[in-house]
C-alpha cells in the first residue's frame, strides 16, 4: 500500500501537524510506503530550529528528522515555501523541494491519502 499524508496547518496551535508526524511514523515504522508533503503553513513542519514556544506544544523537528532517517520521504511544496518567507536554507536536511506537478504526481500514484 502506498500512503501520502498531506500536512496543510502549522506545526503549533493545533494537534493537526503532531498527528500528520505520528500516523507517518507509524508507517514507516510498518514498513509502509509513505510520502509526507508540506503545504500552505504545513511547510513550518521543516523549519530548522523549531521553537514551540509558549504553545505548550512540543517541538516536531526531532520527529521529522526520525522520519527521514527512518526513510520516510518528505516533501514540501516550492510556491509554499517561498509563500511562507523560507527558502532551501531554511529547512532541514532530507526534505524534497517540489513544485505542484510533482505534487500532483506523488498524489497520483498513491492508494490513501490523510489530510491534515
Known sequence: MKLTVL???PPYGSIQAAEAVRHVMGAVGEEIDVKLL????????????????????????EALKDIIDMGGE?????ASLRDSGLDREDIIEGVEVVNSYDISQVLIDTDKTMIF
Do not use: C, H, P, R
Open 7 to 9: 500536512l496543510t496547518k
Open 74 to 78: 518528505v516533501f514540501i511544496d516550492k
Open 38 to 61: 508540506l503545504v500552505d503553513e504545513g511547510v513550518y513542519l521543516a523549519k530548522k530550529g523549531q521553537e514551540a514556544g509558549t504553545t505548550e506544544y512540543t517541538s516536531l523537528e
